[in-house]
């Protein structure tokens, strides 16, 4: 009975390390390959940077079995100005996502934050003041209904600067 216990053991090991190792990450070329095409594709309005505007902005897509996305909804962002260029960056990968092949659709989650850089490391009074205005005038946009999760990946932050 212990013999056939261990043996059922670790087939199902076996089994469960098979299929760790057989899942693909879901955009052509893997996850180096995303980061550099956001990286290279997110663009950051002039009128975010003269505000000096920061933020975060979490969204769910949904792919089909080609890649193509077919739905793209906010679920959280600290301002709309901020989900702008992360969701028209979103929009040209339009394509290359992969998803379960017994799948007819799949939903993603991906978080994309903005950040400040300071060339010297240290904020002027007045780039201190700018951030502090653009923070008091955001108007957040979050999901007010429940976020069903069951079959949703949730993928890598994406962290620009500027």
Known sequence: MKRLLFMAALLL??????????MAFPFQGGKDVMMDFFKKNVVIPEELKKTKATGTAVLKFTADPKGAIKKIVVYYADDYTIAVP??????????????????????????????????????????????????????????SNPVPLDMTTLLPAIITTY
């Open 13 to 22: 090991t076996a089994a469960y390390s098979r299929a760790q190792q057989t």
């Open 86 to 143: 992360f969701i028209d960056a979103l929009k040209k990968s339009d394509r290359k996502w992969i998803i379960p092949d017994d799948e007819k659709l799949h939903d993603f989650v991906i978080s994309f934050t903005v950040n400040l850089i300071m060339p010297d490391g240290k904020a002027s009074a007045a780039t201190q003041k700018q951030v502090y205005d653009s923070y008091r005038q955001r108007k957040p946009i979050w999901a």
